[in-house]
């Protein structure tokens, strides 16, 4: 008995420690859940089986919004003070300058006849109105000028890209002399051609029309080929300046110039002259030749 008592005891003791352990170890973790499947919602939102809308790409017709009127400042001055600050600052904007440019000082090699040609113009003004006077010349080394026009115009600017012309033009050589009324367009044309259109009536009656186009091809930063067209066309004859009615003269010429700076820029190209119709005769008969063909050099310059 006293053995079976003891027994009882042992396992007795042995019980807690027993269940403690069992207690104590890490269960197996539990297996994880299944995923779930992605929800179609398509149906329950009512677009199941309809086709995605194309965009409208068409432009409205809603107008649009005002300009505003309000700035800050007017939270913290007088309306007297800001309105006296706008016109203080357009005017600060509308400056004047004074510009020289000569487009063309150049020495023309020609067999048998080498010559000069010069090109430009000087204005006073701003962005908007201009006084400008514009030369032109050429002629033959050891002979006197064959051609001296200068022009003196009010120029408009009508939009960005264009300007009125309203002046006279004054020609000394050919002898003789004539002084011209002048009204002419000049601007910018799409893809950057520059051109220019005047109408010349002279006092003694003759009308006269030019017409030009040149075109600044930069090759690199430095290096700009201008090709430039000119027209010139007379509505009767005039046989004392030696000119024909219709088409006077087409000159074409080409000028690669490098920029040295922006206000400085050496160059070598080709110049042709054509003169036409009845001027070609009248030239012919004075012993020159109806056209010509030049090779120049020379700067281009401004300040």
């Given at each position: 008995m006293?053995?079976?008592a003891f027994?009882?005891?042992?396992c007795s003791?042995?019980?807690?420690?027993?269940?403690q352990?069992?207690h104590?170890?890490h269960a197996?973790?539990a297996?994880a859940a299944?995923?779930?499947?992605?929800?179609?919602?398509?149906?329950?939102?009512?677009?199941?089986?309809e086709?995605?809308?194309?965009?409208?790409?068409?432009?409205g017709?809603?107008?649009?919004?005002?300009?505003?009127t309000?700035r800050?400042?007017?939270?913290?001055?007088p309306?007297?003070k800001v309105?006296?600050?706008?016109k203080?600052?357009?005017?600060?904007?509308?400056?004047?300058?004074?510009?020289?440019?000569?487009d063309?000082l150049?020495?023309r090699?020609?067999?048998g006849?080498?010559g000069?040609?010069?090109e430009?113009?000087?204005w006073?003004g701003?962005?908007?109105?201009?006084?400008?006077v514009?030369?032109q010349?050429?002629?033959?080394f050891?002979?006197k000028?064959?051609n001296?026009?200068?022009?003196?115009y009010?120029?408009?600017?009508?939009?960005?890209w264009?300007?009125?012309q309203?002046?006279?033009?004054q020609?000394f050589?050919?002898v003789?002399d004539?002084t011209?009324?002048?009204?002419g367009?000049?601007?910018?044309a799409?893809?950057w051609?520059e051109?220019?259109?005047q109408l010349?009536?002279s006092?003694?009656g003759?009308?006269?029309?030019?017409?030009t186009?040149?075109?600044?091809?930069?090759i690199t930063q430095r290096?700009?080929l201008?090709?430039?067209l000119?027209?010139?066309f007379?509505?009767?004859?005039?046989?004392?300046l030696?000119?024909?009615a219709g088409f006077?003269k087409i000159?074409?010429?080409a000028?690669?110039?490098?920029?040295v700076?922006r206000?400085?820029a050496p160059y070598?190209?080709?110049?042709w002259?054509r003169?036409l119709?009845?001027t070609?005769e009248?030239?012919?008969?004075?012993?020159e030749k109806?056209?010509a063909v030049?090779?120049?050099t020379g700067?281009?310059?401004?300040?």
């Amino acid at each position: 008995m006293r053995r079976l008592a003891f027994v009882a005891l042992a396992c007795s003791g042995a019980g807690p420690a027993f269940a403690q352990e069992v207690h104590g170890d890490h269960a197996p973790p539990a297996a994880a859940a299944p995923q779930d499947q992605p929800v179609d919602h398509s149906a329950h939102m009512g677009h199941a089986g309809e086709p995605e809308a194309a965009a409208d790409d068409t432009p409205g017709d809603a107008p649009p919004p005002p300009v505003p009127t309000d700035r800050a400042a007017d939270a913290f001055y007088p309306p007297e003070k800001v309105a006296q600050s706008l016109k203080d600052v357009l005017k600060g904007m509308d400056f004047t300058t004074f510009t020289l440019r000569v487009d063309q000082l150049e020495y023309r090699a020609r067999s048998g006849k080498d010559g000069y040609g010069f090109e430009g113009e000087a204005w006073y003004g701003g962005d908007i109105d201009r006084a400008v006077v514009a030369f032109q010349g050429e002629g033959g080394f050891g002979r006197k000028a064959e051609n001296i026009e200068v022009d003196g115009y009010w120029r408009h600017a009508i939009d960005p890209w264009f300007n009125l012309q309203v002046g006279m033009r004054q020609d000394f050589r050919p002898v003789p002399d004539r002084t011209y009324a002048m009204v002419g367009i000049q601007g910018l044309a799409p893809y950057w051609f520059e051109v220019q259109g005047q109408l010349f009536v002279s006092n003694k009656g003759d009308v006269h029309a030019r017409a030009t186009a040149a075109y600044d091809q930069r090759i690199t930063q430095r290096l700009v080929l201008e090709p430039e067209l000119e027209a010139d066309f007379a509505f009767q004859d005039v046989p004392e300046l030696g000119i024909g009615a219709g088409f006077e003269k087409i000159e074409l010429s080409a000028r690669l110039r490098y920029e040295v700076s922006r206000m400085f820029a050496p160059y070598l190209g080709l110049f042709w002259e054509r003169r036409l119709g009845g001027t070609a005769e009248h030239a012919r008969l004075e012993g020159e030749k109806a056209s010509a063909v030049s090779v120049v050099t020379g700067v281009r310059f401004w300040f």
